[in-house]
């Protein structure tokens, strides 16, 4: 079968699912990771063919697909920050929007730095870590810091311990954050691990009543642990996370939390309320509410 036939189809079965690019450009990663394709090679040499051998191994991948299962569980990797995460069916896939708390924390780093008087390891709090990637992406970017990473899911900590940032750490001369199981909502045992100069979190913010919006390949197959809160107290995550860092946070200290767009006032009130007395609302590109910054 000749590639450019195998992307089309494969990509127009994809359609009740993904609108056309999207389906498209998923078909042309599937093609990349099994075959070394690029997204190109069928328009510059469209005589290219698909091994035989390769036929049995992709149709598994696109039934996989055809049952809306995302392209990053199908293949078990995704990029985030510019690294290369393993995922599974245990943790959220990391998105592109929670890059954004991840480089406003690399910023306020480097200005904590500068205005440090005696030098010291920079440490670093991550609430709900899913697969690690805040945890590892500051872990890297941040060479000598000392990062700690929570969830309450067993599962999804292996995961994020098993990433294979090995011979980046070694090059950067970084530390591998240390993955521990926590519950974030028992406020009674906040453990009692120093101050942090940072501290990020992506909690879980989608409302249960969010759902009918959401699509397929994200409702049926993603953790709905890491995901949804109830309607009647969807800042729950958010007045946890304040507690944590009313304890936590050094003087002088910053979080960094992503947050449901459709909350973001009620999110920053969460923070003042809680007594810390600098907090703002951070905006993505399309001018939606997407993080919000603490400090005192
Ligand atoms: C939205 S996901 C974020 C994962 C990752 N930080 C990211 O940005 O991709 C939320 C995470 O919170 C974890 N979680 C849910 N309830 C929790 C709790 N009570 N305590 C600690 N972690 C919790 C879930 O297991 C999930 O990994």
Same mark, same amino acid.
């Given at each position: 079968m000749l590639l450019k036939d195998f992307?089309?189809?494969?990509?127009?079965?994809?359609?009740?699912?993904?609108?056309?690019? +999207?389906a498209r450009a998923i078909v042309l990663m599937v093609c990349e990771a099994v075959l070394g394709t690029k997204s190109y090679t069928h328009i510059i040499e469209p005589a290219t063919e698909v091994p035989q051998s390769r036929i049995s191994e992709l149709g598994g991948l696109m039934d996989r697909l055809r049952a #809306? +299962?995302?392209?990053?569980? =199908? !293949? @078990?990797?995704? =990029?985030?920050? @510019? %690294? +290369? /995460? *393993?995922?599974?069916?245990? =943790?959220?896939i990391p998105r592109p929007e929670t890059e954004e708390i991840v480089e406003a924390a690399i910023a306020t780093a480097g200005r904590l730095a500068a205005a440090q008087v005696e030098a010291r390891p920079l440490r670093v709090l991550d609430l709900c870590t899913g697969s690690g990637c805040i945890a590892w992406s500051l872990a890297l970017a941040l060479p000598g810091s000392e990062v700690v990473a929570v969830d309450i899911s067993d599962s999804a900590l292996e995961v994020a311990r098993g990433q294979e940032f090995g011979s980046l750490l070694s090059e950067r001369s970084a530390r591998a954050p240390e993955f521990v199981h926590a519950d974030v909502l028992d406020l009674d045992h906040v453990?009692?691990? @120093? $101050? /942090?100069? !940072?501290?990020l979190s992506n909690p879980p913010y989608v409302?249960? $009543?969010? *759902?009918?919006?959401?699509?397929?390949?994200?409702?049926?197959?993603?953790?709905? %642990? #890491? !995901? /949804?809160?109830?309607d009647d107290d969807? !800042?729950?995550?958010y007045r946890a996370v304040a507690a944590w860092a009313r304890q936590l946070l050094a003087p002088g200290g910053v979080g960094f939390v992503e947050i449901n767009d459709l909350l973001g006032t009620g999110t920053e009130d969460v923070f003042k309320a809680a007594g810390f007395t600098h907090t703002s609302i951070l905006r993505d590109f399309a001018q939606r509410d997407r993080a919000v910054s603490f400090s005192r």
């Open positions: 992307i089309s189809e494969s990509s127009s079965a994809l359609l009740d699912i993904y609108p056309a690019e +999207e #809306a +299962e995302p392209v990053q569980y =199908v !293949l @078990g990797h995704t =990029v985030f920050h @510019g %690294l +290369e /995460f *393993k995922v599974t069916h245990d =943790v959220l453990p009692q691990w @120093g $101050s /942090f100069d !940072l501290i409302m249960d $009543s969010q *759902k009918p919006d959401m699509r397929r390949n994200v409702l049926e197959h993603e953790p709905a %642990l #890491a !995901l /949804f809160v109830p969807p !800042l729950i995550f």
